[in-house]
């Protein structure tokens, strides 16, 4: 990879986004499913993906000039000092360790810079290469929420897992962020 780096969406990456979205069937259950039209995609951008350090941060992941996945923090409680983490990959980029990376990245910065003291993060039991992701990150396993999501008609067991400021460091390259 010549050029990785992690910096606030624009509205020019909605079609980037639509193609993550149709061509990673499984982002369905994680994206708003306007993801998936050219005009939903760009109030996706708008609406959904911005930088905020009250309340949301989402950062695309740019590798090559493509933008291939998304991070994020969300549900920032400042009194408690906690939020909840976010992620995913269009299906072409994974498997090489990009979203551990960038979870890593978000959440070292997230943790100094936004004096968080925990960062949560929850995956389906049956997802294990998420689980992958989030131990590689630094995220430690807390227990598993039982029929805590439903897609359709199924419900689906989530394990969660936790970052805390205090915890050592995660032992993946780090990717620039370029912040606003």
């Given amino acids: 990879m010549s050029s990785l780096f992690l910096r606030p969406w624009r509205q020019s990456d909605a079609g980037a986004l639509m193609a993550a979205y149709l061509?990673?069937?499984?982002?369905e259950r994680q994206l708003d499913a306007r993801a998936g039209t050219p005009e939903?995609?760009?109030?996706?951008?708008?609406d959904d993906l911005g930088w905020d350090p009250r309340t949301a941060c989402?950062?695309?992941l740019e590798v090559d000039g493509a933008v291939v996945g998304s991070v994020?923090?969300?549900?920032i409680n400042e009194r408690h000092g906690t939020?909840?983490?976010y992620y995913w990959l269009a299906a072409p980029s994974r498997g090489r360790g990009l979203a551990a990376r960038a979870v890593a990245s978000l959440g070292n910065r997230a943790l100094a810079d936004l004096r968080l003291h925990r960062l949560e993060l929850g995956h389906r039991t049956n997802n294990p290469a998420s689980c992958r992701v989030a131990s590689a990150a630094g995220f430690k396993p807390e227990g598993i929420q039982r029929a805590k999501l439903r897609y359709?008609?199924?419900?689906?067991?989530?394990?969660?897992?936790?970052?805390l400021a205090t915890d050592p460091p995660p032992d993946v390259p780090l990717i620039d962020l370029l912040l606003p």
Avoid at 23 to 27: H, K, Q, W
Avoid at 72 to 75: F, K, R, V
Avoid at 152 to 163: C, I, K, L, P, Q
Wanted: glycine fraction near 12%.
């Fill in 152 to 163: 359709g008609t199924e419900r689906f067991d989530v394990e969660t897992h936790a970052r």
């Fill in 83 to 85: 939020a909840w983490t």
């Fill in 72 to 75: 994020g923090i969300s549900n």
């Fill in 23 to 27: 061509g990673s069937p499984d982002l």
């Fill in 40 to 46: 939903g995609a760009v109030r996706v951008v708008r």
């Fill in 58 to 60: 989402n950062l695309a």
